[in-house]
Structure formats: structure tokens, C-alpha cells
């Protein structure tokens, strides 16, 4: 990245808009917390999936994108089938 003029505090994720990775950021912070019990966790994790569905294919899309399987399989799972 520093080859490419990228030596910013900016990463490029054409793939990521500013609003979805946030989100992304959000939830990472709260799983990585110290002293946060698995069920928080779990209480946190059915909240922040329940979310439009536009939205819900944008979280999808970005853990996609970032090779994010944990994060991928939770919004999965939300999704309505049929």
C-alpha cells in the first residue's frame, strides 16, 4: 500500500461503503471486550442483526468481502427463506 501512494490513515474496500463497515468495526469492539459474557454476546448478536433487509444483504456483502465467516454465518441465518 505504500507503493500505491496509500500511506494515509485510508484502506481502501471498494466493496465496503463507510456506513456498512462501521457496523462491522461495532461489532468486532463489543466481541472483543473483556469481561463480556457469552450470553451478552448472544443478546448483542440477536440486536444487531435485526435490521432491515437491505441492510442485512449490505453486513453479508461486507463479511463476504473481508472474509469474515463468523460474521457472514450470523447475518445468514437472520436471512428470511421462502
Not at 4 to 18: F, G, K
Not at 66 to 72: G, M, P, Q, V
Request: aromatic residues 12%.
Amino acid at each position: 500500500m505504500v507503493e500505491d501512494d496509500c500511506v494515509s490513515n485510508i484502506i481502501p474496500l471498494p466493496n465496503v461503503d463507510s456506513k456498512t463497515m462501521t457496523k462491522v468495526i461495532e461489532y468486532w469492539k463489543k466481541h472483543s471486550e473483556e469481561g463480556v459474557s457469552k450470553d451478552m454476546l448472544i443478546d448483542f448478536d440477536k440486536a444487531f442483526v435485526n435490521v432491515h433487509h437491505s441492510i442485512l444483504y449490505d453486513f453479508i456483502l461486507a463479511a463476504n468481502f473481508l472474509t469474515i465467516r463468523r460474521y457472514w454465518i450470523l447475518y445468514v441465518k437472520k436471512l428470511p427463506i421462502g
